[in-house]
């Protein structure tokens, strides 16, 4: 596979003007850096599209492009190098950023794949009972109260003792909730990379259900940790 | 010409200092006085009689000013670096200085000092020149390149100002460095260590944690918190605000109406804090205007109790970096101190609390002088950036931007497009559009922080992008580009996609100077402008003397020296051996005299390497490849520095 940032060379190098076909970050006939080609976080790696990655070898790969087109291996170069450098490297740093985060990796390639996914504060309205997953309305409709309570007795300056162990129960399940969303994603991530056009589509609309659902839960957790915590 | 060096500069808030790479180690620069350490104190010496600007001195002798005529002194001006008028304000409640009257809102403060006044940059660049000096004269070369480390937490502006303040200074400013990353730096050299290391900040008025990975020469930050408003100077304050009023009570004197006997007061208070590092207490006693004595003890055990508040803001950036580097403190291999601060054992027991060192049999890691390990990694960055030693070649610094970067939103909520911590340079696409027909112009208000609401958000610069062609409202697509480099400063482009057009953008910061304004505060265009000039020529001649004198060294291993006759031999030792001499003196015009009849004694031999390297060039190459080659070989062996006298 080659990489984006390694195969960044225009038809002809913009230094010494000799064409090139073979894929390399440097001319390497005169050895100057080139300007990224447009491609996605995937190709920036040399990466074909996958919900599974070896996250030891990415960082590996970072690291070696990192040394290769980081600003201050050009700190005294013509300014057109110095600013290619500094946008290959945001490139480089928004594609590791993303990938490296299995939540943000399955958000983008779903989206790279045409995947509708919501909007990331989407979760803040967890009042509107119509994103509520359905299996969880009582529950949430409980908790919600409970949070309130929480709140008030806090403001009021008095401690809950059983109020705060029901929190603390509902958290623990609402994380293990979390983990099970986890884990049904990564069967997922598999179907779908190991899959073929037709066993991908389930596992891609799957996946976006499970997406939204899982950022509703860690959403509640949050608030439960916040009021606990504060 | 010489190679030019790259110097690594700590810009303190009490203390400044500049160290280069010496072979493959870093070291401090010291000055005139032998001391590595420039206080950070400016002043502005007393008009001379003949009406001419006053002279600014910097460092010890400044601070000696402070007792004297401590309206012409200012000092810690880190703190009001990039900050607003309001800020700046309150800042000064704490300190002697004023403010100089009628600033115009949105215009950077100035201070006032004797009659004159200065922005923050501009004192900070008299601190900047006074480091460039002493590295020239240590050099006996200039120095136009510089690293700048700032703390870790300053935002866009408090960077941008530092910019500011080195190009005043004269000097290009290669990379801000963070400080607690350039620490990390100057002890990762020396051990080439791997795993994660936390670095505890805690200076004169800045507190910095950051928390890095080492693997295979890369220093990878995972995260980093802070307070720009927390350092020794809180603690001073303290110690400074219970001797005035104790005063006050018990002698009915009320200091605060003479500056000067508070800066006295300050300098036994620091000394007292100083002592309390190493002894159980510390004696209080200074001479009151009326002839009086104050006096007290303070036992270590009041101090500590009386600094505990201070020291625990440094708690919660400290779990909160952890905890956004998805690390406990057990997974924190090593921790490093920095800072005259840390040198307080009650700072040394919080940070074995926090990080769980004791349990663990560990201690931090101060074998590294605090008060310079900052200026040692900058020097390490330097070596970096200068891509001079094998030392350097392998490093990498992978740094993050210590806050949230948003737009502001509809309702004045903040969208954020670049989270906190991440690796730097790092970038964000938004769209925008119209929302009337025919608009032409779109606002966006770019904000820094980690609030919900603009308001409670650092404002850093409104857009204006402008020449959108006219459109139904909603048709026009602008994306807009906005990139953060990698000295943290953000850097914004555009375009409306619908017409390929690139909007122009108008950036107005919201606290900064224009490019112009930079421009007519360069130092160097008055006080001691004569001077300099006359030691600048000085110091060029020297380096072209040493040029050619290396270059008539290389061509005696040329071909071309065989080729002249015995006397035109001679006659070029004579004229080297003149200019060894010379330049060992002080007289520009003979160093200049000697380097031009060097300069013609060697023009013979010049054009017999020229013709050498023409017929080697072109032999068996193509003109495209020989000429290109021309340009570099040509040149090289011409024994002709470009010895340009104006």
């Keep these: 596979m080659t990489n984006a940032l390694d195969s960044a060379i225009p038809v002809a190098c913009w230094s010494c003007h000799v064409a090139q076909n073979d894929v390399t970050l440097f001319c390497p006939h005169c050895s100057k850096i080139q300007p990224a080609a447009a491609g996605d976080f995937f190709q920036v790696f040399g990466l074909r599209r996958a919900f599974r990655i070896d996250p030891e070898e990415l960082e590996r790969e970072f690291h070696r492009l990192s040394r290769k087109l980081h600003p201050d291996r050009f700190a005294r170069a013509s300014e057109r190098e110095r600013e290619w450098s500094l946008a290959d490297t945001a490139l480089l740093n928004d594609a590791y950023r993303t990938l490296k985060d299995p939540l943000y990796r399955t958000e983008y390639l779903l989206k790279l794949e045409g995947a509708e996914i919501g909007e990331q504060h989407a979760g803040k309205n967890r009042q509107d009972p119509s994103r509520v997953p359905p299996d969880l309305l009582e529950e949430v409709f409980d908790l919600n109260l409970q949070l309130e309570e929480m709140r008030e007795a806090k403001a009021a300056g008095e401690a809950d003792p059983v109020l705060q162990a029901n929190l603390k129960e509902a958290k623990t399940k609402f994380e293990g909730l979390v983990e099970a969303v986890d884990e049904e994603l990564r069967r997922q991530w598999k179907v779908w990379d190991e899959g073929n056009a037709q066993a991908r589509e389930p596992a891609k609309t799957a996946m976006v259900r499970l997406i939204d659902r899982r950022r509703y839960l860690s959403n509640l957790v949050r608030d439960v940790t916040e009021t606990l915590g504060a | ?646």
């Design chain 2, 1 to 646: 010409m010489a190679e030019t060096r790259v110097v690594g500069i700590d810009l303190g808030t009490t203390n400044s200092l500049v160290a280069y790479m010496e072979g493959d180690k870093p070291v401090v620069i010291p000055g005139v006085d032998g001391s590595n350490l420039v206080p950070s104190v400016v002043a502005l010496d007393p008009i001379p009689a003949n009406g001419n600007r006053p002279t600014v001195t910097v460092g010890n002798s400044a601070r000696r000013a402070l007792i004297e005529t401590p309206e012409r002194v200012i000092y810690s001006v880190k703190r009001l670096m990039g900050r607003g008028l309001e800020e700046v304000k309150s800042e000064l409640e704490l300190f002697p200085f004023r403010l100089a009257e009628d600033i115009e809102p949105g215009e950077v403060p100035r201070i006032q000092l004797g009659e004159l006044r200065f922005t923050p940059p501009e004192i900070s660049a008299y601190v900047l020149r006074q480091l460039k000096r002493n590295a020239e004269r240590f050099f006996g070369a200039p120095v136009t390149q510089a690293v700048i480390t700032v703390p870790a937490y300053f935002n866009d502006a408090q960077r941008q100002a530092t910019k500011d303040a080195g190009r005043m200074a004269g000097l290009e400013v290669l990379r801000l460095v963070n400080e607690p990353t350039a620490a990390a730096l100057a002890y990762g050299l020396d051990r080439g260590k791997e795993g994660t290391i936390a670095v505890y900040d805690l200076g004169g008025g800045t507190f910095d944690i950051s928390i890095l990975k080492l693997r295979d020469g890369i220093f990878e930050v995972q995260s980093t918190n802070g307070d720009t408003h927390l350092g020794g100077d809180d603690i001073d304050n303290l110690l400074v605000a219970i001797a005035l009023d104790e005063i006050r009570s018990e002698h009915g004197v009320d200091l605060r109406a003479h500056p000067g006997a508070v800066q006295a007061l300050r300098k036994v208070a620091i000394d007292a804090k100083v002592q309390l590092s190493a002894e159980p207490a510390a004696r209080f006693d200074f001479e009151l205007p009326n002839g009086d004595r104050y006096q007290r003890e303070i036992p270590r055990s009041v101090f500590e109790q009386l600094i505990e508040p201070v020291l625990n803001r440094t708690v919660n950036p400290c779990k909160q970096a952890m905890a956004d580097a998805g690390i406990v403190p057990e997974d924190i291999d090593e921790v490093v101190l920095v800072g005259g601060s840390t040198r307080i054992p009650a700072v040394r027991r919080l940070v074995d609390d926090l990080f769980h060192l004791a349990a663990r049999g560990k201690k931090p890691h101060i074998e590294l002088n605090p008060d310079e390990v900052v200026a040692l990694g900058a020097a390490v960055q330097a070596g970096i950036l200068a891509g001079a030693s094998k030392t350097t070649e392998e490093l990498l610094l992978l740094d993050v931007t210590p806050l949230s970067l948003g737009i502001e939103a509809l309702g004045g909520v903040v969208a954020k497009i670049i989270q906190r911590n991440s690796t730097i340079p790092a970038s964000a696409t938004e769209h925008f559009t119209t929302g009337v027909d025919g608009q032409t112009n779109v606002a966006i208000h770019v904000l820094q922080g980690e609030r919900e609401l603009a308001s409670d958000c650092r404002s850093l610069a409104r857009f204006d992008l402008k020449g959108i062609p006219p459109m139904s409202a909603g048709l026009p697509r602008i994306e807009v580009k906005f990139l953060i480099d990698a000295d943290g400063i953000l850097r914004v482009s555009a375009r409306e996609q619908r017409s390929g057009k690139a909007a122009q953008i108008e950036v107005k910061p919201t606290y900064g100077l224009t490019d112009e304004q930079v421009e007519s505060m360069i130092l160097d265009s008055f006080d001691h402008a004569e001077e300099d000039f006359a030691r600048r020529l000085l110091i060029e001649a020297r380096n072209e003397a040493e040029s050619i004198l290396s270059k008539v060294e290389q061509a005696r291993a040329n071909p071309a020296w065989d080729q002249l006759r015995g006397e035109e031999q001679a006659s070029i030792e004579a004229a080297s051996h003149r200019l060894m001499q010379m330049k060992e003196g002080d007289n520009t015009a003979a160093i200049r005299d000697a380097t031009l009849a060097l300069d013609r004694a060697t023009q013979r031999l010049a054009e017999l390497m020229m013709d050498a390297a023409v017929t080697e060039a072109i032999r068996g190459k193509t003109m495209a490849s020989a000429a290109e080659e021309l340009d570099e070989d040509v040149t090289a062996p011409h024994p002709m520095a470009p010895a340009e006298f104006k």
